[in-house]
T-cell receptor
Framework: NAGVTQTPKFQVLKTGQSMTLQCAQDMNHNSMYWYRQDPGMGLRLIYYSASEGTTDKGEVPNGYNVSRLNKREFSLRLESAAPSQTSVYFC??????????????FGPGTRLTVL | EDKVVQSPLSLVVHEGDTVTLNCSYEVTNFRSLLWYKQEKKAPTFLFMLTSSGIEKKSGRLSSILDKKELFSILNITATQTGDSAVYLCAVQGGSQGNLIFGKGTKLSVKP
């Protein structure tokens, strides 16, 4: 089992460019998440998908879109990148968000720099 | 507003010392509190706590939750350089049932 995988590991964009971050999990989890992590800010939730076919906004959704392609895959798209989106992006998955006890497992992260 | 506050923000100790990391929270619809260890990359899961007063242990690490006073502690005994990391506390709850993270405690263990 690879767990949660993310591609790419690193990316540099110019302001205004678009890109999609890919995430896949092989744990048969129902729920998936996208976070960003900035120095001094901790992990902040961008979007999540409680189950296949549903997506919802988290704490900082502006400037992002997501697609739950199937149960395994959850992608994050930046339509027009801005320097404020320079961050490390983590994807996570869990068995079921609305369960009483639900542990999230994280991917290795994507370090994105927007010039 | 739901929030999770960790203290201290950073800590430097020597090998063999015992450390206590703190996490306090104000989160509606509390479901669980989780501790993660983050070295250079992804956070890795340590503990999940849901009941007050029940200690969870894994080797030299232990954690306990107090749901009345709304805090948790993470203890590490006989610290080693490999314990150097950022320790994240997160609470599952809020209106959406998501994880709300603290900013982390950066622990540095010197040889």
């Amino acid at each position: 089992n690879a767990g949660v995988t993310q591609t790419p590991k690193f990316q540099v964009l110019k302001t205004g460019q678009s890109m999609t971050l890919q995430c896949a999990q092989d744990m048969n989890h129902n729920s998936m998440y996208w976070y960003r992590q900035d120095p001094g800010m901790g992990l902040r939730l961008i979007y999540y998908s409680a189950s296949e076919g549903t997506t919802d906004k988290g704490e900082v959704p502006n400037g992002y879109n997501v697609s739950r392609l199937n149960k395994r895959e959850f992608s994050l798209r930046l339509e027009s990148a801005a320097p404020s989106q320079t961050s490390v992006y983590f994807c996570a998955s869990s068995e079921r968000l609305l369960a009483g006890e639900d542990t999230q497992y994280f991917g290795p992260g994507t370090r994105l720099t927007v010039l | 507003e739901d929030k999770v506050v960790q203290s201290p923000l950073s800590l430097v100790v020597h090998e063999g010392d015992t450390v206590t990391l703190n996490c306090s929270y104000e989160v509606t619809n509390f479901r669980s509190l989780l501790w993660y260890k983050q070295e250079k990359k992804a956070p890795t899961f340590l503990f999940m706590l849901t009941s007050s007063g029940i200690e969870k242990k894994s080797g030299r690490l232990s954690s306990i939750l107090d749901k009345k006073e709304l805090f948790s502690i993470l203890n590490i005994t006989a610290t080693q350089t490999g314990d150097s990391a950022v320790y994240l506390c997160a609470v599952q709850g809020g209106s959406q049932g998501n994880l709300i993270f603290g900013k982390g405690t950066k622990l540095s263990v010197k040889p």
